[in-house]
Structures are given as structure tokens and as C-alpha cells.
């Protein structure tokens, strides 16, 4: 097991994926760049997640993000940035991704709108490497207390690499339903620490990051009183993605009540998604908790702990903010 996850660490093998959220809504650059500047006003975001909490090295991931509206002539479009990093294992695997936004929006008719957007930025990946142990550091009596002949350490493993990363999305919405495509790592960022001259890898082995496709959607549903049908809705929606070999679905609803949000999500054969949020003013806040339903097991993993405080900054909006909509989607 050691071995394979030290394989799994250096090589990058084509089945690594990204990061991933149950609130993923929560910080839409980091779903769709298209997204970037669609409130009414600048925006701010902050995430983090704590992955299998029980699992010793536990996966911990947290994101920020900016954006805004900005009005050019007689066209709307949309600025940000998010910045993410990802940590896991012993060995501190961690990846930060910094990339700026940019979204331009088309009006179809008066309801129907598409936005087109382009991410852009780098990736800096970091291991700690010689908090690691290898197989033949261990002593069948004593333990841990061998040196390793691991090809890493003898040639010289660089601990830290940077890489660009390019990013493009499509979304179109109305006033009560959305659909976005997206696709993460368009080039297909290098993901080896190992110095490719001295350690060679098999031809079988891929060490570039897969770019990933992402289908979005979903449609927010008013189903309050008659005087004010928008204090409840029921919002059904869905995340299909697809990332070399491997993908996956979330599908779920939200209930709207407001101020409260709750929501019930499935995670194929992954984790059942519950969500409590609030709110209030021009803020946010979520948590929702993923409790493991795969061969994993709750009891192993402990499940996954997520939070979300969304800030929108209404009363900075443009003067034009009256011809503005902005998308349905939900916030956590």
C-alpha cells in the first residue's frame, strides 16, 4: 500500500483528478470562469474542506476568490481571481493554483443569455519529500530507521514544480434555469517531480494532469405564496464530470426558504451530501458534511467537513446594475 501511494505521489499517473466540493457552487470561478463578474456587484468567496477527517495525513483543501461585473461601452462583462490549494498525506503533497478570470456576456433575447469565459494562471505543486517512508527503510526489528536507495532521493528530486494552466467555459441561463460546460487544464500540465533525464518513466505511465469536462445545470423552481412566490423555491441540479478515466455525478436539490437553505445531495458511489446555509444581508455561510457510503466506509473515513461564507457587495454595483440578471444558480 505504502509503495503504491508513493507511485501514485511521483508519477502522477493519468488516473489523478482534481481537487473536488459538495459546494461547489459556492465559489463559481473555481466551477466556470464563465461566471466571473455575474453577481450584481463584486463578490467574494472563501472555502475549505477537510477531506476523511479519520484517515491519518487527512485531505484538506481551501479556495478564495474576487470577481465583478464590468460594464465596457454597452457590453457586459466580468473580472476575478481564485486562488486553491489542496494538501494530503504524510509527505504534504500540496498544489496551489492561482488564476485570474475573464467572462464576456452575450444577450441572446431579453431572457436568454450566454457567457463565455477564459481562465488563466499557473500551478506550483510541493512534496515534502524526505518525510516519506519506503519500504526499504524498514527494519523487520527496529522499525523506520534505514536510509532508502528510492531513484528519487538519489537523483536528486525537485521538490517543488510550476506549471501554467489554462481553463475555458460556457454557460447559458434565463431567468430560472442554467447549463455550463467547462474545461479545466487545457494543456494538460506536467505533474512529475521526478527530473525526467535521470529517472525515466515507462512508456505506459502519463504524468500530465487529464483535462477535465465538466456538464453543469439545473433549474430554480418559485413555489411560495402567491403575494411572494420567490421566498420558497426548490432548486433540482446536477455536476457531471469526467477526468481521464475517471468520472462522476452529483445530483441533489435545494430548498429555499428563506433565509435558510437546505440541501440533499447523492455523490455516486461515493457519499450521501447533506447542507444547512443561511442568508442574511449581503453574506453566506454553509456547511455541509459527506457521509461516506462506499467501500471506504463512514466508519474508516470519519466523512468529509465542508464550510462556505459568501460576501456580495450589492451596494458597489455599477450605476447599470438595473440590466443586469444574474444567473439562478444556487449559493452553496
Not at 188 to 217: C, H, W
Not at 274 to 292: A, M, P
Amino acid at each position: 500500500m505504502l509503495s503504491l501511494f508513493v507511485c501514485l505521489i511521483f508519477t502522477q499517473q493519468s488516473t489523478a483528478q482534481d481537487p473536488q466540493y459538495s459546494q461547489f457552487y459556492s465559489n463559481l470561478l473555481m466551477l466556470n470562469p464563465a461566471f466571473a463578474g455575474s453577481g450584481i456587484g463584486p463578490r467574494l468567496a472563501l472555502n475549505y474542506r477537510a477531506q476523511w477527517v479519520r484517515i491519518p495525513g487527512a485531505y484538506q483543501q481551501g479556495a478564495f476568490s474576487f470577481d465583478q461585473p464590468l460594464y465596457i461601452g454597452r457590453s457586459l462583462q466580468g473580472y476575478g481571481i481564485n486562488v486553491s490549494y489542496d494538501r494530503a498525506g504524510e509527505g504534504n503533497l500540496t498544489k496551489i493554483d492561482l488564476i485570474a478570470n475573464y467572462a464576456y456576456q452575450v444577450e441572446l433575447t431579453k431572457e436568454h443569455k450566454l457567457r463565455f469565459g477564459l481562465g488563466a494562471g499557473f500551478q506550483q505543486a510541493s512534496i515534502e519529500f524526505f518525510k516519506l517512508r519506503f519500504p526499504d527503510q524498514i527494519d523487520p526489528r527496529d522499525g523506520v530507521i534505514l536510509p532508502t536507495l528510492e531513484p528519487g532521493a538519489l537523483a536528486g528530486l525537485n521538490e517543488v514544480q510550476i506549471r501554467p494552466d489554462f481553463h475555458a467555459g460556457v454557460t447559458y441561463f434565463n431567468e430560472f434555469a442554467w447549463l455550463g460546460l467547462t474545461v479545466n487544464h487545457l494543456t494538460e500540465p506536467l505533474q512529475r517531480f521526478y527530473p525526467s533525464n535521470q529517472v525515466p518513466l515507462s512508456p505506459d505511465i502519463n504524468a500530465n494532469l487529464p483535462r477535465k469536462y465538466t456538464v453543469t445545470g439545473g433549474i430554480r423552481l418559485p413555489v411560495g405564496p402567491y403575494n411572494d412566490p420567490e421566498r420558497v423555491s426548490i432548486t433540482p441540479a446536477f455536476l457531471y464530470k469526467v477526468q481521464g478515466q475517471f468520472s462522476q455525478i452529483d445530483a441533489g436539490l435545494y430548498l429555499n426558504y428563506d433565509p435558510m437553505v437546505f440541501g440533499l445531495w447523492y455523490r455516486n458511489q461515493d457519499a450521501l451530501i447533506g447542507l444547512i446555509g443561511v442568508r442574511k444581508d449581503n453574506f453566506s455561510f454553509g456547511y455541509s458534511f459527506d457521509y461516506t457510503i462506499s467501500e471506504l466506509s463512514q466508519g474508516i473515513s470519519g466523512g468529509s467537513h465542508e464550510i462556505s461564507l459568501i460576501l456580495e457587495m450589492e451596494q458597489f454595483a455599477p450605476i447599470r446594475r438595473l440590466k443586469h440578471t444574474p444567473p439562478p444558480c444556487p449559493h452553496f
